[in-house]
């Protein structure tokens, strides 16, 4: 996927869209990358002497990088509705990230009732484990 792909594909545009790129798909999995930069704005007050992104968004880019991976599964589809979150099952965030840190983001879809999607996302930088969670989502149809 390009960056015009993630555009298509999920309606997040900056300063919310967590997504620079995606590294690897497949119908189970997606890793994407995002590199925040100093110039965000949560940045300017999430801490302004020592700027920290927020461990919500850290979670924004797994429920992107999520909602990514069921376009990719739905190509086929042409109106695979709107994924929305229904619930964060549990998150743990194990270190900071700065301005400048290269996220790896990865997904993987663990299970599949009816329309809803369980998942779990794990943010990593430099290999260290930044966050992880378990999350659920579901389409919104058109």
Do not use: W, Y
Not at 2 to 25: A, K, M, S
Not at 79 to 97: H, N, Q, S, Y
Not at 101 to 120: C, G, K, N
Request: charged share 20%; with cysteine; glycine share 4%.
């Amino acid at each position: 996927m390009n960056r015009q792909d993630i555009l298509d594909h999920i309606p997040h545009r900056p300063p919310f869209l967590f997504v620079d790129g995606v590294t690897r798909v497949d119908d189970a999995s997606i890793v994407t990358e995002f590199k925040p930069d100093a110039a965000l704005p949560f940045f300017a007050g999430h801490f302004p002497a020592k700027p920290v992104m927020p461990g919500v968004l850290l979670c924004e880019c797994c429920l992107q990088a999520g909602a990514l991976l069921l376009a990719h599964r739905r190509a086929e589809d042409s109106a695979p509705g709107l994924p929305v979150v229904t619930r964060i099952i549990e998150a743990k965030f194990k270190r900071p990230v700065v301005p400048g840190d290269t996220l790896s983001v990865s997904v993987t879809l663990d299970e599949t009732l009816a329309d809803a999607f369980f998942m779990t996302g794990r943010v990593t930088v430099s290999d260290r484990l930044a966050a992880r969670l378990r999350f659920a989502v579901t389409s919104l149809q058109p």
